[in-house]
């Protein structure tokens, strides 16, 4: 170094990574738009984690003294108004919480929020900088019953997945670091995690229906868990194929167990089904499989059937998605947005009429 000093710093590789993105106006009003949690642990850029919305594994109390860490951030470094993002570590060992990023400003972090809860961030950041404040401006999902103070509060679960190319680029090293190496992103709502996992699998457009198979190689099974690539979240089902306990893998992946125990359950319902006829399937074990977000597609390839055999199948038993409603309430006011999204379910908040359609 020029000046002869050596700066060391504490490794957080493996601890839990979560993100709280927050707005503040002039008078010091504060909401928490929601919070994320990054399904890869540190070691692996924010942007090339998998995220999950809301944090699935924050006790209440922990999510409590996050979200007063992020507020006491935001008012230390000095943003007055609009949105920001607050990145945390959590040692997983102990739960020894700490700060370690911070973007003043709206960021990638701020548009995922943004279309995870229907809340306008930048919009409402742009009507802050003029000097409105939170409470003097509506929410426009719920059509002015509740004002932008009104914290979001939803009632599904949102999942991010990189997306990947690099088959275009040959000479570059796949392996995820803190160097960010996505090219883009999908994000897919669901009722639950499992759902909206799958749905963001088959959203990457990269040929996948799900937790396909990879490989049965345990010895590159266990260098791809320890290694994390752009494939990875693939491996980590295969690994549970091969008989790898949920202990083996976390040791390896640093994946909370919580994760594992949903990935887990996927891969189990899949072993239960392959080879069975699909006249044997009863309605309740369809409607199952479909409220975990398996496709049409992959639940043929496990029954030795067609994707247009199982759509028959389905429909001939009613099982047929229902549309649901983001509405940054959680379906505590009623409100008409045309911010919807598909899962199965009983009820439908779409309200179709028997008008003619466009499409």
Known sequence: SPTKELLIEESVIGWK????????????????????????????????????APAQTLTDREYQIMRNASLAVLREIGVETGGSNVQFGINPDDGRMVVIEMNPRVSRSSALASKATG?????????????????????????????????????????????????????????????????GEVMAIGRTFQESLQKALRGLETGSDGLDEKTTDREKIERELANPGPERLWYVADAMRCGMTQEEIFALTHIDPWFLAQLEDLVARERAIQGRELA???????????????????????????????????HSLNVRPVYKRVDTCAAEFATDTAYQYSTYEEECEAAPTDKKKIM
């Open 17 to 52: 990574e979560f993100e709280m993105e927050v707005v503040r106006d002039k008078k010091d009003n504060c909401i928490i738009i929601c919070s994320i949690e990054n399904l890869d642990a540190m070691g692996v850029h924010t942007g090339d984690s998998i995220t999950v």
């Open 119 to 183: 809340f306008p961030i930048a919009k409402v950041a742009a009507k802050l900088a003029v000097g409105y404040t939170l409470d003097e401006l509506q929410n426009d999902i719920t059509g002015g019953r509740t004002p932008a103070s009104f914290e979001p509060s939803i009632d599904y679960v949102v999942t991010k997945i990189p997306r990947f190319a690099f088959e275009k680029f040959p000479q570059a090293n796949d392996r995820l670091t803190t160097q960010m190496k996505s090219v």
């Open 280 to 314: 044997e399937m009863s309605r309740d074990e369809l409607f199952q499989l479909k409220r975990r977000g398996f496709s049409d597609r992959r639940l043929a390839r496990l029954l030795g059937s067609n994707q247009h055999e199982v759509r028959a199948r389905r």
